[in-house]
Nanobody, 127 residues
Framework: QVQLVESGGGSVQSGGSLRLSCAAS????????MGWFRQAPGKAREGVAV???????SYADSVKGRFTISRDNAKNTLYLQMNSLQPEDTAMYYC?????????????????????WGQGTQVTVSS
């Protein structure tokens, strides 16, 4: 069973940048679709960005043009580059992996099919 460990969260001012990393305990290339999800206090979890097993990417509308998801298969690591951060991006960010064979846009909206999750890393953006 793959283990996921996130890092890279922190506190930044509005307009700043952060890069989140998610290290997997085994290769996920071509086996797992990978995604970033977030949950703010009092709000439901939402999909932020997903890369499926074919390499297709999908982003939430709220982060398009600001966030970039990528995976380094040699390092078994998933990244989320976050630029132009805004206070509404404040949340706990989770990395997740799924065997589910669906396209990235569908997976982005169906976090429940992701069966491997990291512990989360906090991102706080101040105005």
């Amino acid at each position: 069973q793959v283990q996921l460990v996130e890092s890279g969260g922190g506190s930044v001012q509005s307009g700043g940048s952060l890069r989140l990393s998610c290290a997997a305990s085994e290769s996920t290339h071509s086996t797992y679709s990978m995604g970033w999800f977030r949950q703010a206090p009092g709000k439901a979890r939402e999909g932020v960005a997903v890369v499926d097993t074919r390499g297709t990417l999908s982003y939430a509308d709220s982060v398009k043009g600001r966030f970039t998801i990528s995976r380094d298969n040699a390092k078994n690591t998933l990244y989320l580059q976050m630029n132009s951060l805004q206070p509404e991006d404040t949340a706990m960010y989770y990395c997740a992996a799924s065997f589910f064979a669906r396209d990235a846009s569908w997976l982005l909206l169906h976090g429940s099919v992701f069966d491997h999750w990291g512990q989360g890393t906090q991102v706080t953006v101040s105005s």
